[in-house]
């Protein structure tokens, strides 16, 4: 039996290449949720529950559709599915 998993991501950094004129590509930074300083005591922080369960890391992706260059902000969150294929 397969496993799928859902982990929850948020851009830390964007990088628009070429660095001089319009941008063709954009390298998009995503780390898994944290905060600083304390989550509430009653895990109501969805934040929190993904911090606690999901992996630790970041993820890298470079885009390169130009109907999706400047369409993500530093910020922004998603959920990240996995799922098996078959």
């Known amino acids: ?3 799928a998993m859902r982990a929850k991501v948020k851009i830390t950094n964007i990088a628009a290449y070429p ?7 954009e390298t998009l930074t995503f780390n898994f949720p944290s905060k600083d300083g ?8 969805e934040d929190q529950q993904f911090a606690r ?12 559709n130009p ?13 990240l599915d996995f799922v098996p294929i078959a």
């Open 1 to 3: 039996m397969a496993t």
């Open 19 to 25: 660095t001089i004129g319009p941008a063709t590509q």
């Open 38 to 45: 304390s989550y509430p005591a009653d895990g109501s922080d």
């Open 53 to 64: 369960f999901s992996p630790m890391g970041a993820l890298t992706l470079t885009v390169a």
């Open 67 to 79: 109907a999706l260059i400047g369409q993500f902000a530093v910020g922004d969150k998603f959920y």
